[in-house]
């Protein structure tokens, strides 16, 4: 018996060290329904440029986490969602430009705040490398990939961090 995932976009597997992304269950008569399960970084990129996946789950997000007593709405940048995670003591970053989760320890937020280009910041089960040029880089310790972020750059997170205290 396998226990290998296949991407449910391009029926390929995702290999060890693959970017992925854990796709939400949405209701059968939702536009994105027939999107489910693990699936490449890469292929969600690629099909957000003609279904607009990213602006449809920042958007069911947003409503969900405005509803959320656990999780409430902290605020939301273009596809980037932001709730704060009472109970887990954590503000989660939910980066629907590329297709990740960032989970930021509250003990955490000043140093990332504060991160300058080629330095590191360890967030528990995540590191962000923030690299010379003011890119991201997120890894995942386990299963163990890296994402690397095109869209949410370090000037901008630490622009969404700063609203933080704004909603507060």
């Known amino acids: 018996m396998s226990n290998n995932q296949i991407c449910e976009l391009c029926q390929s597997e995702i290999l060890s060290g693959q970017p992925r992304f854990y796709f939400p269950r949405l209701p059968p008569n939702h536009a994105l329904a027939d999107i489910k399960g693990v699936l490449h970084t890469s292929c969600l990129l690629v099909a957000d440029n003609s279904r607009n996946i990213g602006a449809s789950l920042a958007q069911i997000a947003e409503s969900v986490a405005r509803h959320s007593e656990s999780a409430p709405h902290i605020s939301r ?92």
Do not use: W, Y
Not at 125 to 133: R, Y
């Open 77 to 168: 940048n273009g596809n980037v969602t932001l709730r704060n995670r009472l109970d887990e003591g954590r503000i989660e970053v939910l980066d629907f430009e590329d297709f990740c989760e960032i989970s930021i320890p509250l003990a955490a937020l000043d140093r990332l705040r504060v991160i300058a280009p080629g330095a590191s910041v360890s967030l528990g089960m995540q590191v962000l490398h923030a690299k010379a040029d003011g890119q991201l880089v997120l890894e995942h310790k386990s299963p163990a990939f890296d994402v690397h972020l095109s869209a949410l750059s370090l000037e901008r997170l630490q622009a969404i961090l700063a609203d933080i205290d704004k909603v507060r």
